[in-house]
């Protein structure tokens, strides 16, 4: 749980601007219906002309309270599933215990050994679900406060956001999105069984010899491939968390709510496909890619060599 959140920690200063950037492409269309999109440079430009340096990172403190817990969590669940079903410390008693019959004549294997590939994925989206379901409501006040329109009266700062999201729009506000997110498990179902094959791969059956820049070439190669595999969730997901629908009390409309044939993740994609094209799906990819590159690499790092360091202190090689 340290090394986890210590990883998030980092990486979430390192490369909250892009964060801002990737966000305000994905919901360009939904906070402020131009006819045509901005591109990268000229988002960078926008951001820097009216917030300053200080707009590229709008939302850093949600962003830092929702990766501590994340990574905290998933890393926890992650490797807390490996080590229950078959990879546990060696010269554990229970491990002895914990085997089944094997295929082949040698008897008995651990299942880890038996069925690497579906251990990490059950591993990884167990871990997935868990982490998105306990921090949605901070997603969502993250994506509010890097995407609200400057017309609009600016959130102090995280609780002042979240106590406005409430008494505006009522507490399922804060898990708004949580449907596309969890889908997006599948993102760490390919990540996480790719980033173990890479690592076996390169350090031929002894992770503990990898290098750090081994680490880094794994994270990223494997972080990378997830993203472009499920990226559509992720604009979807930032659609849905800035629709607002305030509270209707009696006698009064919102009349600022959204249409509701735009309210569920199915018409919010028939929305944008038929409005937007295809490519909208994709919008933020490449800052996304650009970001996933240090993001993942310095997360990943900084989770090996803490992990190395307390197994170093515990007695653990």
Request: glycine fraction near 8%; proline fraction near 6%.
């Amino acid at each position: 749980m340290i090394a986890g959140a210590g990883g998030g920690l980092v990486a979430s200063i390192a490369t909250c601007p892009l964060d801002v950037i990737k966000t305000k492409l994905q919901a360009q269309r939904a906070v402020n219906p131009q006819e045509g999109y901005l591109g990268v440079v000229a988002t960078v430009k926008d951001i820097v002309k009216h917030d300053g340096l200080r707009g590229l990172y709008r939302g850093l403190g949600p962003t830092i309270l929702g990766y501590l817990p994340t990574w905290a969590i998933y890393f926890a669940v992650y490797d807390g599933i490996k080590r229950h079903f078959g990879e546990r410390p060696p010269g554990d008693v229970e491990s002895i215990r914990r085997v089944y019959p094997a295929a082949q004549a040698k008897g008995y294997q651990p299942l880890a050994r038996e069925h690497p590939w579906t251990l990490h994925i059950l591993s990884a989206m167990a871990a997935g679900a868990t982490s998105t379901i306990c921090t949605n409501p901070l997603w969502v006040i993250k994506t509010r406060f890097m995407t609200q329109p400057r017309n609009e009266v600016r959130y102090k700062h995280t609780l002042d956001a979240a106590l406005t999201i409430y008494r505006t729009e009522g507490g399922r506000a804060f898990f708004r999105g949580l449907l596309p997110s969890l889908l997006g498990i599948t993102h760490v179902a390919v990540q996480f069984p790719l980033y173990e094959h890479l690592k076996r791969a390169a350090s031929r059956g002894h992770p503990e010899t990898l290098t750090p820049g081994q680490i880094l070439a794994c994270s990223a190669v494997a972080k990378m491939t997830a993203s472009i595999a499920t990226y559509p969730h992720e604009v979807v997901r930032t659609r849905l968390q800035t629709q607002k629908r305030p509270l209707v009390t009696a006698g009064t409309e919102a009349v600022d709510a959204p249409p509701r044939s735009h309210a569920g993740i199915v018409r919010t994609v028939k929305h944008m496909l038929a409005h937007e094209g295809w490519r909208a799906l994709y919008r933020g990819l490449s800052v996304n890619l650009v970001r996933t590159v240090p993001n993942s690499a310095v997360t990943m790092l900084t989770y090996e060599m803490i992990v190395r360091y307390l197994n170093a202190r515990s007695g653990y090689s």
